[in-house]
């Protein structure tokens, strides 16, 4: 007869498993009908993490990822449109930040400024 503590540690895993794989197959939020191309761009690129208002998504937070919160307006505030644009463009690794992918392969610098817009424009929760 097994242990039973290699039972417990094995549906354990079973049930983490099954978590990561619904996580990993379960679609994101689709930006609607009328969505500027910043806007679709947010969604493309930036939901998983920021979620559709900007304060963290559920994914991001299942997976212990702290982004940035968009929704704040003093963080907002403090952030330049020229840091906005370079972390987007070359990812948070090289201030210390790694967990922001760099987008610059993906998107030109006129999609990175559309972003940035966008980001200004999101809602802000005082």
């Known amino acids: 007869m097994r242990p039973r503590w290699l039972i417990v540690l094995g549906a354990l895993g079973v049930i983490v498993l099954n978590v990561v794989v619904f ?8 930006p609607p009908p009328d969505a500027s191309p910043a806007q679709r761009l947010y969604f493309a690129h930036c939901l998983t993490c920021h979620g559709p208002s900007g304060n963290g998504s559920w994914r991001a937070t299942l997976f212990l990822i702290r982004p940035g919160n968009l929704a704040d307006p003093r963080r907002m505030r403090a ?35 559309d972003l940035v817009r966008f980001l200004r424009a999101l809602p802000r929760k005082e």
């Open 23 to 30: 996580v990993a197959f379960w679609p994101p939020p689709t």
């Open 79 to 113: 952030l330049s449109d020229e840091y906005l644009f370079d972390i987007i463009k070359h990812g948070g690794a090289p201030i210390g930040n790694p967990g922001m992918p760099a987008f610059g392969f993906h998107l030109s610098d006129a999609q990175i400024q």
